[in-house]
């Protein structure tokens, strides 16, 4: 009997031991919850506040982009479009002006002077003359690089840019310093210079090119000389006067740049023509390719009357 009352005890208070230890567990687990519960609320609010700082920063870069004229709409697929890229890259490429702009004009004054003394060389300029050279083209420089700083405060066309770089042409410059400053002699030997520069010029495309065509199309060297010759004679930067090494023939040739393709045409052999048309549609998508780019405009005829200017490949 007493056996029984004590396993009795004994199982009552196991019970009620049992009971207390499941009422504290449940009670832990409803705090820890709500703790959790608190601290996944709090997450929450601290991303929902992060995410209304980040859609407040990019209301604020969208209205920057807007008023530095970026274009916002979404561009078109696999076009390129260089105006829009231009104008997009304005506000970096005025802080980039700013940022470098007395490494620019350091090392541009030092390029100025250096091309006078070469030029007084040349031409024998004496030191007044140079001195006012250098004097002239470095003040010249400045009142450029504000013009191009300027510029880049509006929305800009890709005409824009290219009747920028064509008024602002050293060529052009020279020339008009050289014919209001210097002497006969001196502006005839300028005039010399600028010949030999030009037929220089010349060469060098027509040789890229006929490397590339003797390449593809494995001309001999007759053909070779041949097509060097409507290279040359049918860039528009090309005159008579122009003494180009390596143009040894004097016949008359094309005259042209619309010919060029004839002419080279009727230097090829039948079993060259394959490669020659393949050579044609190659370059016929490229310029479109471009002028596509550049939004219509066809920059190759805007600068066919700049001095100095060539077709090139």
């Known amino acids: 009997m007493k ?3 004590l396993f009795l005890t004994f199982g009552l208070l196991l019970g009620a031991g ?6 504290l567990s449940s009670r832990d687990a409803g705090t820890l919850a709500a703790a959790q519960g608190e601290a996944d609320r709090a997450r929450i609010a601290l991303l929902e506040a992060d995410l209304q700082g980040a859609r407040a920063e990019a209301e604020r870069a969208r209205l920057a982009m807007a008023s530095a004229g970026a ?8 076009v390129v479009d260089l105006e829009r890229l231009l104008n997009d890259a304005r506000p970096l490429l005025k802080s980039l002006a700013l940022m470098f702009g007395e490494q620019r004009r350091t090392m541009s004054e030092q390029w100025i002077r250096s091309m006078v003394t070469k030029m007084a060389d040349d031409m024998g300029l004496t030191e007044e003359q140079a001195a006012a050279m250098a004097e002239h083209f470095i003040k010249l420089d400045g009142e450029n690089f504000a013009k191009m700083q300027a510029m880049l405060d509006r929305k800009l066309s890709i005409f824009d840019v290219f009747t920028v770089m064509n008024d602002l042409n050293p060529q052009k410059s020279m020339d008009a310093y050289v014919m209001k400053s210097l002497t006969e002699e001196q502006r005839s ?3 010399g210079r600028k010949l030999e520069t030009k037929a220089q010029q010349l060469e060098r495309t027509a040789t890229r090119q006929l490397d590339r065509m ?3 199309l494995q001309l001999d060297e007759t053909q070779q000389d041949r097509v060097f010759e409507i290279l040359v004679k049918t860039n528009p930067a090309y005159d008579p006067s ?5 143009l040894a023939t004097e016949s008359a040739g094309p005259s042209t740049p619309e010919n060029q393709n004839e002419a080279i045409a009727e230097v090829l052999r039948p079993e060259q023509m394959e490669g020659w048309n393949t050579m044609q549609e190659r370059q016929s998508r490229e310029n479109k ?5 550049l939004g219509g405009f066809d920059a190759a005829t805007f ?3 700049m001095v100095g200017g060539g077709r090139g490949r």
């Open 71 to 78: 274009d916002l709409a979404p561009p078109a697929p696999n």
């Open 303 to 305: 600068f066919r009357g």
């Open 214 to 216: 003797t390449r593809d």
């Open 18 to 23: 049992l009971s207390w230890a499941w009422q």
């Open 189 to 191: 030997a300028w005039e």
């Open 3 to 5: 056996n029984r009352l």
């Open 289 to 293: 390719r471009w002028t596509d780019a």
């Open 242 to 246: 122009l003494a180009v090494a390596g």
